[in-house]
């Protein structure tokens, strides 16, 4: 979670005024748009890992760094990944692999549409990986993921994750 999270704070702390209206790979946001969901996504699983409720999406506030360093703190302690989540019933080590793929591929959408290097760390890509060939069809369901993208069997484990959650590996904005 570290790695992938510092990675990600790492490229939006570069992201300039110009490019918060550019596309990303993930068809639902800008880059503003995905911005603000990366702040959502660190500020409700900081709740989630200290027992609290699911929180509502806000608008852009430019503090994702600083929400993640929240959000780490809060899953450093070993209770945080004890029983399930009161708010959304689901084993918090499922919640943390959950986070783990936000921050890895929302990373990469976010560098794509800049157009920033992206190199995520082989390790947490081999487990975001593992749990979304588990989890593939209910995150379809669940709207989190889109269609499989056809790649290679023999691809590299990323572009595979991409395909898995619905990613096309070779976008270009």
Do not use: N
């Not at 704070?9 to 748009?33: I, N, Y």
């Not at 959950?98 to 995520?120: I, S």
């Amino acid at each position: 979670m570290r790695r992938a999270t510092e990675r990600t704070a790492e490229l939006v702390r570069e992201v300039r005024p110009e490019q918060l209206g550019l596309p990303t790979p993930c068809e639902k946001f800008d880059v503003s748009e995905l911005l603000s969901h990366l702040e959502w996504v660190a500020e409700m699983f900081e709740s989630l890992a200290d027992g609290g409720p699911m929180t509502e999406q806000g608008s852009y506030a430019g503090d994702f760094p600083e929400r993640a360093e929240r959000t780490l703190a809060a899953w450093s302690r070993p209770e945080a990944w004890e029983g399930a989540s009161p708010a959304m019933g689901l084993p918090m080590g499922v919640l943390a692999h959950m986070y783990l793929v936000d921050m890895v591929v929302h990373g990469w959408d976010l560098a794509r549409a800049v157009g920033q290097e992206y190199e995520p760390d082989p390790e947490a890509v081999s487990r975001a990986l593992s749990f979304t060939d588990q989890m593939a069809e209910t995150g379809r369901q669940r709207g989190a993921f889109g269609p499989p993208v056809a790649v290679p069997d023999d691809a590299p484990p990323f572009d595979r994750l991409l395909g898995v959650i619905g990613r096309d590996p070779a976008w270009t904005p």
